[in-house]
């Protein structure tokens, strides 16, 4: 059984960096997608970046390019998602998703997702 697990959140000031990080198991992740989403009160999930677990491809939505890096340590089964810059905007619940296939933004696509972890970004 798949199951990740989200952990790095916490509560930062405005400028601030995080990594969060993705422990993944339960299945070899040859051919998946690694997805990063948030969550923010009273708006709905939304796409954050994605990396292909065999050729490191990437892809970031435009709110979070040139501050974020996605990246996975195969020793370690496990995806980073390096914040920096961060703003009030980026506070959300953020989730870990996993599909096999190609990239995609859609949260539906996703079959596996973590529990989520919580950055709240002071002004």
């Known amino acids: 059984q798949v199951q990740l697990v989200e952990s790095g959140g916490g509560l930062v000031q405005a400028g601030d960096s995080l990594r969060l990080s993705c422990a993944a198991s339960?299945?070899?992740?040859?051919?998946?997608?690694m997805g990063w989403f948030r969550q923010a009160p009273g708006k709905e999930r939304e796409f954050v970046a994605a990396?292909?677990?065999?050729?490191?491809?990437?892809s970031y939505a435009d709110s979070v390019k040139g501050r974020f890096t996605i990246s996975r340590d195969y020793t370690k089964n496990t995806v980073y998602l390096q914040m920096n810059s961060l703003n009030p905007e980026d506070t959300a619940v953020y989730y870990c998703a996993a599909r096999p296939g190609t990239r995609t933004t859609v949260p539906h696509d996703y079959d596996y997702w973590g529990q989520g972890t919580q950055v709240t970004v002071s002004s």
């Open positions: 339960g299945r070899t992740f040859i051919g998946y997608i």
């Open positions: 990396i292909s677990w065999m050729g490191g491809i990437t």
